[in-house]
């Protein structure tokens, strides 16, 4: 029976060190600021701005939420941008997506500065992590890094599968993996017999979006699996994309879904609005 990953628990500790960076801080008179731009009514979008303010509020990181109506044009919503790129208020910036379909989501993105893009979307942050000097980095594959770190889950040398390929899990994913030294599988919908590359996998991390997609028949016995699937069933419950009862007996490790990956994403965000902090103001690198 595999071994809960308990992203919960390992999210409060990592918020408590956090907190310590910015009570340290505040003794300089530095305060972290972090903003999220919130555009529209999307109801997912708002529990996840809401769970940030809390997180935030938690750990002394001042944040504010910038509500705008859906009819905002692309126009208006850069100018916001920049006026927060101009602000010493604010350290990070972070614009929650989707956008509606009249906003191009990649301009905005470039319209952050680079500096305060906690998020690590901007395209100088992906080509920094590509290029193996990171800035900020996306946060759930920085969260799910952290995870293996914490349960002392060796990557070096292992064959690692990821199913999904977006720029938010599966492309940063695949990289960090690659960087720790594991040899590294990305997969999609197109990649044929699925079930059969990811059951080679010491390492299954699980990014598509269909809930319960993942079996048994996917999973090798001792993998270490990690389900960053965050669905809803017909009876309105929050499910991963890995059937946990099936997959569980036959993992060493799993994240569960709620209270895995979702946790970490939240807490690393933190973390990295710290750091773009003690950038900025004390030229760190």
Do not use: W
Request: with cysteine.
């Amino acid at each position: 029976m595999a071994q809960i990953i308990d992203g919960k628990k390992l999210a409060e500790k990592l918020q408590k060190e956090t907190a310590k960076q910015v009570n340290t801080l505040a003794e300089k008179e530095i305060y972290p600021g972090l903003v999220v731009l919130l555009v529209g009514e999307n109801p997912a979008s708002q529990i996840y701005v809401r769970n940030k303010e809390r997180a935030a509020k938690k750990i002394g990181i001042h944040s504010e939420v910038k509500r705008y109506p859906e009819s905002i044009t692309e126009t208006e919503l850069i100018r916001e941008i920049e006026q927060f790129n101009q602000s010493d208020e604010f350290h990070g910036i972070l614009v929650q997506l989707p956008l509606p379909d009249h906003i191009d989501e990649e301009k905005v993105l470039l319209a952050i500065n680079p500096l305060k893009d906690v998020d690590g979307f901007h395209p100088m942050n992906m080509g920094r992590l590509f290029a193996g000097m990171p800035h900020t980095i996306p946060c759930t594959p920085y969260g799910i890094m952290k995870m293996f770190e914490e349960y002392d889950i060796p990557l070096a040398g292992k064959q690692a599968v990821v199913i999904g390929r977006s720029n938010i899990v599966g492309k940063p994913m695949a990289i960090l993996l690659l960087e720790a030294d594991a040899t590294v599988t990305l997969t999609h919908s197109k990649t044929k017999d699925l079930a059969k590359v990811a059951s080679k996998a010491d390492i299954l991390v699980v990014a598509i979006g269909k809930g319960h997609f993942v079996t048994k028949e996917f999973v090798k016995p001792g993998a270490v699996v990690i389900d960053v699937g965050m669905n809803r069933n017909e009876d309105g419950k929050l499910i991963g994309d890995v059937k946990l009862d099936e997959v569980e007996p036959i993992a060493s490790y799993i994240t569960p879904v709620p209270g895995g990956v979702g946790p970490m994403t939240i807490t690393t965000l933190m973390q990295q609005t710290v750091e773009c902090c003690e950038r900025q103001v004390l030229n760190h690198e």
